[in-house]
């Protein structure tokens, strides 16, 4: 199984995007799934969570601006981002934990906000 990214791209400022990652292959619901990103020079960072349950998980910075979903019966998470800012720009990864411990990853979309 592999985690198929979809979306990323260039917005302006102000704008919205949204971000969606399908387990791909993988029979088994994910116990959490997410988003991290990396931004240029900069270690990759948690920017939302969802457990199986719909709990969910996000940076203190990210709040009221992103909001994370999941469909448990496709295995997909999605990510809306609205308001966008230059400084979101990044490199967005998928990830996903799966029940006896595996951890998948996808490629990455990168997003770049315009000033």
């Known amino acids: 199984g592999r985690l198929v990214e979809s979306g990323g791209g260039l917005v302006q400022a102000g704008g919205s995007m949204r971000l969606s990652c399908a387990a791909s292959g993988m029979i088994l619901t994910m116990n959490v799934m997410g988003w991290f990103r990396q931004a240029p020079g900069k270690q990759r960072e948690l920017v939302a969570t969802i457990t199986s349950g719909g709990t969910t998980d996000y940076a203190d910075s990210l709040k009221g601006r992103f909001t994370i979903s999941r469909d448990n019966a496709k295995n997909t998470v999605n990510l809306q981002m609205n308001r966008l800012m230059p400084e979101d720009t990044a490199v967005y990864y998928c990830?996903?934990?799966?029940?006896?411990?595996?951890?998948?990853w996808g490629k990455g979309l990168l997003v770049t906000v315009s000033s």
């Open positions: 990830n996903a934990k799966g029940p006896f411990g595996g951890d998948y």
